[in-house]
């Protein structure tokens, strides 16, 4: 059993950056963040498996940054330039693929809330 933490989340200003943690209690090779709003489906925010194998949602591409640590226990995502529109819960998943399809991931942290006022 995996188990995933998110840290990092806060109230920031449109335009603000931000940084968000995933510690896993072990080493995981297909992790990713996702994020809900209210009202709204979970979302696939970036991915991450390797470093020749990243990427992102088209909302967020230029803007955030996924990276993983040497020994595959720790995933950040820099969010820079934030928007109104990122405010939600974001989410940290492992499984044994990246996919974009929330499915496809076995284990979930908790979430940390992100808000960008305007």
């Known amino acids: 059993q995996v188990r995933l933490v998110e840290s990092g989340g806060g109230l920031v200003q449109a335009g603000d950056s931000l940084s968000l943690s995933c510690a896993s209690s072990?080493?995981?090779?297909?992790m990713a963040w996702f994020r809900q709003a209210p009202g709204k489906e979970r979302e696939f925010v970036a991915a991450h498996t390797g470093d020749a194998d990243i990427f992102y949602a088209d909302s967020v591409t230029g803007r955030f940054i996924v990276s993983k640590n040497h020994d595959k226990t720790m995933m950040y995502l820099q969010m820079n330039n934030l928007k109104p529109e990122d405010t939600a819960v974001y989410y940290c998943a492992a499984g044994r693929v990246s996919t974009i399809h929330s499915e496809n991931y076995d284990y979930w942290g908790q979430g940390t809330q992100v808000t960008v006022s305007s």
């Open positions: 072990e080493r995981t090779y297909a």
